[in-house]
């Protein structure tokens, strides 16, 4: 590949990088985290000096948001948290609480279409699972009631459920915020061109190696070996959200794991959002948030907030693959497959 256009695949499950010529090296650390493959990938032209420690570095802190922060397991911050719920207040680690409340000013500002206590239904759904069923309405409608955003009570140092069976799940903005802590100690370090990618999730920083050449490349949501869109971008966050994550198909219909939080029932009719953004903390609650909300209101969404752009791709019954793109981004944004 030309070093004229330096790519990037935008998947759920990683990135390929490439680039040619001998003017920029690229040095790269992989590891697998957060259920999804993690990387990071430094542009230069000489090899820098202790890069691997620096890269090792990053990824340790990728790590540790995971260990804090996973609600699958019951020494976890956020473990504590839920096993505590309906029983006594848990004190837990400042930044989890940080993450906590900026979560639940996201869920605040979507009307709850992102839901930091969603987690029972994810957990009811299972969709993780290698045998997952379909609920039944009855066990859905049950579960709905313990999802509730606005019941959550903390401070600084701590957090409380007052409900017996609620659950936080930070799925949908901790691997971003993992992806913004290890870019912060590149920074640190004085890294100017580089990449942190965690699944769906990618930041970028741009220097005079790589400003401007830089291209995006969005997965296609039904044909996984195809892109749908690219996108221009020397800096910021990239956030993609599909319905082709986790799935599984009963009776021809397909149930995923992103979760209305006002149904009970996986979110419909999108099939995939991208968002674009300063942070990845930002862009990953953002995916999920609009996903929810769906084209329409999804899209005047992102129209208020000035801080972000988006695409969002969705399909009713029967029909062909439609989408919608923001203001903002369309000067940037290349629809490849149609």
């Not at 473990?79 to 930044?95: F, L, P, T, Y």
Request: charged share 25%.
């Amino acid at each position: 590949m030309a070093w004229g256009q330096l790519s990037t695949w935008c998947l759920a499950i990683g990135i390929l990088l490439g680039c040619g010529g001998s003017d920029v090296q690229l040095f790269s650390e992989k590891q697998v985290l957060m259920d999804t493959f993690v990387s990071i990938t430094i542009y230069s032209k000489t090899e820098p000096a202790n890069w691997r420690t620096h890269a090792a570095g990053a990824i340790a802190a990728m790590r540790d948001v995971e260990r804090t922060s996973t609600s699958y397991n019951d020494s976890s911050e956020i473990g504590k948290v839920n096993s505590s719920a309906g029983h006594q207040s848990m004190a837990i680690n400042r930044e989890v609480v940080r993450l906590i409340a900026h979560a639940l000013e996201i869920s605040d500002r979507s009307g709850g279409a992102f839901d930091v206590t969603v987690f029972p239904l994810v957990r009811l759904w299972d969709v993780k699972s290698p045998t997952p069923v379909v609920p039944t309405a009855g066990e859905i409608d049950a579960t709905r009631r313990l999802v509730d955003y606005k019941k959550v009570v903390f401070s600084d140092t701590s957090v409380f459920l007052p409900d017996s069976g609620m659950g936080i799940d930070l799925g949908a903005i901790a691997k971003g915020y993992a992806v913004d802590r290890a870019t912060q100690i590149l920074l640190e370090n004085h890294y100017r061109d580089f990449l942190v990618e965690a699944g769906g999730d990618l930041r970028a920083v741009a220097g005079e190696l790589t400003r401007g050449r830089r291209t995006i490349w969005v997965r296609h949501p039904r044909q996984p070996d195809r892109f749908f869109a690219s996108i221009k971008l020397d800096e910021g966050a990239v956030a993609t959200s599909g319905d082709y994550e986790r799935s599984f198909e009963r009776e021809g219909k397909r149930y995923h794991h992103i979760i209305d939080p006002s149904t009970g029932y996986p979110a419909t009719p999108t099939v995939s959002v991208t968002i674009v953004a300063e942070t990845s903390e930002l862009a990953d609650a953002t995916s999920t948030a609009v996903f929810v909300m769906g084209p329409d209101r999804g899209m005047e969404y992102l129209e208020s907030q000035a801080n972000l752009a988006g695409l969002i791709v969705y399909q009713e019954p029967g029909s062909i693959l439609k989408w919608k793109i923001s203001k903002n981004l369309v000067d940037r944004i290349t629809i490849l497959e149609k």
